[in-house]
């Protein structure tokens, strides 16, 4: 049973930057390697929405409120997936997950990390 755990979330203030990380633990490279890892975010009283995904080959995509301040990478052979966030705004506060769509089609969930934006 493939297991994602993130890392990386905290507080920060508006202007900075983090970078968070998913390991997809019990998962063999033939699993990991053609999936879709994606992160994704809920803020308070909001419903959960993807901010950031990028598949086997390489296509990344991203939702428009991030665009040209995060980056989502990924490396194979260490079985991780990367979000950089750059220039934090308070609206990107919330619990970001990470979600792993596998060849056959099924959905793995992080438990996620929290990330707060406040001065």
């Known amino acids: 049973q493939v297991q994602l755990v993130e890392s990386g979330g905290g507080l920060v203030q508006p202007g900075e930057s983090l970078r968070l990380s998913c390991k997809a633990t019990?998962?063999?490279?033939?699993?990991?390697?053609?999936?879709?890892m994606s992160w994704y975010r809920q803020a308070p009283g909001m419903q959960r929405e993807l901010v950031a995904a990028?598949?086997?080959?390489?296509?990344?995509n991203s939702a428009d409120s991030v665009k040209d301040r995060f980056t989502i990478s990924r490396d194979n052979a260490r079985k991780m997936v990367y979000l950089q966030m750059n220039s934090l705004k308070p609206e990107d506060t919330g619990v970001y997950y990470c979600?792993?769509?596998?060849?056959?089609?099924?959905?793995?969930w992080g438990q996620g990390t929290q990330v707060t934006v406040s001065s």
């Open positions: 990028i598949t086997g080959g390489g296509i990344t």
């Open positions: 979600a792993m769509k596998a060849s056959w089609g099924t959905d793995y």
């Open positions: 019990r998962a063999i490279s033939s699993t990991f390697n053609p999936s879709t």
